[in-house]
């Protein structure tokens, strides 16, 4: 039988384990919660920039086409990539791609933009604030950090079954980046 002192530190020992076991699984579920939602925004972003872009010109159908389709092709390319490798700095590099991706097409966005308003198709005013939302876009991309990269890698490999109601599509891309 156990004497009643050690199963006291025994039981005590345990139970700090546990909390901090809970806490940075806690936080990491945030990380992971706010790296979602930064995905969500920038995806939602994008669709509303190419939106108003493709709404603002006629002109600039073709060119968001050929846009859309680039950027299919970098999200395939990303995609086989990824399923070619594994691990987190394979993910991380995976997520670089994605946000270049992102960025070549924003950029892309802007000078058609700039373009339509040298032609003047496009109100000045109305052209100022696109731009200005997508150079905001821009530096939300670009402020993405690694070690989110880092918790949000090994919270999803310890939970491959995580779901999400509301960020499903996001939560999916994620996955499919680290697989």
Do not use: C, H, W
Request: proline share 1%.
């Amino acid at each position: 039988m156990i004497p009643v002192t050690i199963a006291d530190i025994i039981a005590f020992g345990v139970a700090i384990i546990m909390t901090v076991d809970f806490t940075q699984s806690f936080n990491e579920a945030m990380d992971l919660k706010s790296t979602i939602e930064r995905i969500a925004s920038s995806n939602q972003q994008i669709k509303t920039i190419a939106k108003r872009i493709e709404v603002a010109t006629a002109f600039a159908e073709d060119d968001y086409n050929k846009m859309k389709e680039k950027l299919a092709e970098g999200k395939a390319t990303v995609m086989n990539n990824v399923s070619k490798a594994k691990g987190r700095l394979t993910f991380e590099r995976n997520m670089d791609e994605r946000k270049g991706v992102k960025l070549a097409t924003l950029q892309k966005m802007s000078e058609t933009i700039v373009e339509s308003l040298k032609n003047k198709l496009m109100d000045e005013k109305y052209a100022n604030q696109l731009l200005e939302t997508l150079e905001n876009e821009k530096v939300n991309l670009k402020t993405d950090n690694k070690k989110s990269y880092k918790s949000v890698f090994r919270m999803v490999k310890r939970n491959p079954g995580a779901v999400s109601r509301s960020y499903s599509a996001e939560l999916d891309e994620i996955k499919k980046l680290i697989k």
